[in-house]
């Protein structure tokens, strides 16, 4: 099953390591470490091979390819050896990596990207076409009343007012051009009600948002613990710091309040309660697309005795990121062909602020992830 990997936000961090990753897997030049989809439970002949994807991708910054992954293997996230030996693949990819339109109203910007989106398709003979947006975090955007429904929609999108933020924009674009979508960021996406009916009236699915690969996957795992044992947790507090594109963009309040909510979701749903504490996020410059994340945990149990937990997290974002990419890319082409459209709330084990699930501990999600990749059937394409 030939399947287009569309990277809104191609020439970042996450989009340049899952490019190089995508191509290096390909070649047979990397193991596919962190890649959930290649163990045991969810190999699937129903899923795209790594050698089926094509990378393409919008962005609005001129960076080449080439220059980032060489930026990215000197930063330590990627294997310089990689780069090297990679380059007219990434120059081939390169290619596919257009500059995002601008129309004179949003239903012309979104023409134009969904036009974007059928060439790409039709020059690689693509059966399938996943638009992932990588792109850097917006903030929360107003309420709009056309965002409850899609006629409404329609109509203000005509208009020169800006109805949408860009997430939501390409979202409305690739399911026009019957493609899938995935949000990996806190943005908007896909969750409008409008574009859940629109979703569901072109046969798309779509699943998201916000990757959990750090701070978040271990609170996944720690709360229910907390919960099993029946320990009350009183408190839970974390601080991040990290540099890169993503760390400086969070640097802004309104992108920073996005992302600290959706990190801090997972507590309350999990544990039934909210304990005391925030998440922060600081930009350090220096530590690139490096990220420590320091939590501070106290508990009480029983008798009311005080304890605490404390951990210190030190990841490298893109590196844990690009092979998630890569999984959602398979697993959501597969749903695709399997005919399911609108959300897939079984792909909750991915994120941080999951789509229509109602499950938030992570053996949960795994499980119902399981279960979905057996429904996907057995790839005939
Ligand atoms: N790395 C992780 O572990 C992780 C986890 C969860 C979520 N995320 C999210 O992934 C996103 C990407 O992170 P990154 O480290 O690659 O950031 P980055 O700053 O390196 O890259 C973002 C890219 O998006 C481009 N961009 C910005 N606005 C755009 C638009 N409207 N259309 C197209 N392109 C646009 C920028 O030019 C840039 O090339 C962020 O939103 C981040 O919060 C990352």
Known sequence: MRTGVWLVGARGSVAVTSIVGALALRAGM??????VTELPELRSPALPGFADLVMGGHDIAPTPLVKKAEALAAAGVVPARLV??????LAAVEREVHQLPAGGTQAETARLVAADLAAFRTRHRLDHVVVINVANTEPLPPPHP????????????ASTEAVLPPS??????????????????PSTGARLPALD???????????????????????????????????????????NLLGGGDGANLAEPAANAA????????????????????????FVDDLGDFKTA?????????LDTAMRLDFTWHGCDSALAAPLVL???RLTAAAHRAGRSGPLPELAFFFKDPIGASAHALTDQWQALVEFVGTLGAGTD
């Open 30 to 35: 990397a193991e596919p470490i962190g890649c």
């Open 84 to 89: 090297d030996a990679l380059h007219d693949e």
């Open 146 to 157: 056309a965002h409850a429904d899609l006629a409404a929609l329609e109509r203000a999108l």
């Open 168 to 185: 939501a924009l390409v979202a409305y674009a690739a399911f026009h051009a019957n493609c899938s979508y995935v949000d990996f960021t």
């Open 197 to 239: 009916e629109l979703a569901h009236r072109m046969g798309t699915p779509y699943g998201g948002r916000d990757g959990k690969t750090g701070e978040t996957l271990l609170k996944s795992v720690l709360a229910p613990m907390f919960a099993l044992r029946n320990l009350r947790v009183r408190s839970w507090s974390g601080i």
């Open 259 to 282: 992302k600290t909510a959706s990190k801090q979701r997972v507590l309350a749903e999990t544990l039934g309660y909210q304990p005391q504490g925030t998440t922060r996020i600081d």
């Open 294 to 302: 320091w939590d501070l945990v106290t508990f009480s149990g029983f």
């Open 327 to 329: 999984d959602l890319a």
